[in-house]
């Protein structure tokens, strides 16, 4: 007997059909001899319908009372789905976030698990009991409800699994598993049967969207085997674990991509020792999000820096970086925007020095122009126009041979 | 500086619109210079909303998970009106039951207030805050949400009045006070400015649904001043106290009636020590509630029973009874549908041995024939044909005297 922990996400239970569907998902690893953890997000759009009562409100509602307000979709969830393994046979009980012992950091709308209290859990399983965890909550020690921000239900079910030392922690979405690339864009990108952590986690903060990154993350740190599968088709799914086995180690194995990107350069900056420290914290002090940077040293007295950031922050910007032109010292800002950031991402990349350069050899035969490169141990990032997008993403497919399953023996 | 316990039902926090206008209200005292502690119920129709979702799962959701899904609903209106009352410029926090530190008793659905913390309320309105604390709901010492039922919010405000020793417990609801009688059926009927607790409690028990026969019980025993008052109309209400001082001693308060009344007659049951027992307790088991009771022996072997019960559950009672034939051996069911109950209640009857007979005469002389009767120290109830219910209640009105406000000087 093994002990599972299943999350099903806001569409997975989005109406009382989809419920009854999750129910019954659940009772068939029950019938294969498991101890089940069910981990929830709230019904389909009761999120939305939550903040937007709460926007009629007012505009600028405090985080501690929007955490109040949101956390009240996930026990809907809990309450609904226990009592439909319950019309089944089934013996449940559901949890809200601070019962089960989900204890945070004192912050609201964005709080990290501090610890787990296994014990109540732990009881009710041992009591034969299937038990349903709201997700996305927590309590602090002072017993303030908080939420856990984007992709906190996530995060939920992997603490879960770290804690009760489950066996697996399977995430059951809206997708069939991680792609080697976006298969409603590139026709011949194809479900991975695993990933490693760091692929998924560069994956993932590339905007793949399967998995919230801080999830990727603690499952890393406590070796919790994760697994991505669907929730509506009986299908296997992706396998997320340190050491991927099953698959010749590819050198690149995914593509991820994102349109909307605008490029800005900051022009004429002296070369200072705190210029850039000056002006990325005046960004983000102002909560603009910099995805790549580069700077390049014109003379020994002028820079230019470059990010680029999502399109739609364009005209906030500039107007920050202009409020802050005296103090930044810079002479001109530019824009390109109408942009795309194309990346590869592969532990293989590590040992193989050539990839970059098989990657900007391809997008060059194609005509494709590089406005902006980043890149880390596992992961090549590309800025390029956002006409181009498609069709790089499935030259690059088609380069490093995502289509083809290399399966060792 | 005093203390104010504020209660607002469902329908005074039905929309968005109607949680500013309580944040206004509640400011209001605030700027009176009291701390107030501010109790709510679920957004109107949002209770009916979450019962229909659990329908929709099984036709037997368990207590436990209804108390769970159903305690969402304050919830979402504590995080609401906190916004609504920090948006215009006041401090204030929003605490679930369990935060509040209500403990019930350990049973779902119909919870019993055991015990009250007062110290985080205390510590939070110290510290110059408005305290909005979601009403119906506690927990118990295991960690387990419960629901207090029916009325349950009433009940949650008399308790935090009485464990904060307020000055006042003000229940908010959509009629301006305690009238004399339903004002939609008799013109003259009159708001009374005050009315004694056992009073109440008989009106509250004859359906006259202004406050929850519990709360009122619960504010007698501590002695909590209870005002009901409009959340509309600013208007003064009608105070429940122990002593009503500030007019006559009225013999008769008030009038109260309900339709839909059938009364039952269980005929030629043997005249057994257990008869009476047995009936009442299989009904009980089957969750049939019976109102009066009257037994008319007919010699020294059997006897008839009669009981009146709302009109919808006629066929199941009968069901029951005759599923029981065998056991109870009564010789024939009788039923007279389409009767009222009307009832006069009034504190002064206790020392007016001829009331009763002046409401029989009353009733007489229009010619309305009386099927049933019951009484108690200080109401007297007749059950009637519907068809005359209007007639005798305009009757006993103006019999009484209730349009009449005397005043003491």
Redesign the interface.
Known sequence: MGLVVQKFGGTSVGN?ER??HVASRVIETVKNGDQVVVVVSAMGKSTDE?VS??K???E???K???D??L??GE??T???L???L??QGHEA??L?G??AGIKTEDCHSNARIQKFENE?IGNHLDSGKIVIVAGFQGVTES?E?TTLGRGGSDTTAVALAAGLKADRCDIFTDVTGVFTTDPRVVKSARKLSSISYDEMLELANLGAGVLHPRAVEFAKNYQVKLTVRSSMVEEEGTMIEEEVSMEENLVVRGLAFESNVTKISVCGMPNQICGLSNLFTTLATNNINVDIIIQNVIDSENTNISFSILSERLAETVEVLENNREELKFQEILHDTGLAKVSIVGSGMISNPGVAGQMFKALADQGILVKMVSTSEIKVSTVIDQSEMVKAVETLHQEFQLDKVKVSV
Chains 1, 2 share one sequence.
């Open positions: 009382v419920i009854k939550l009562l709460a009629d409100i007012t600028n509602p405090s501690r009372e929007m109040m307000l956390s009240t026990q809907v809990i309450a609904l226990t009592m439909a319950q019309a009980i559901s809200t601070w019962q109540t017993g409800i």
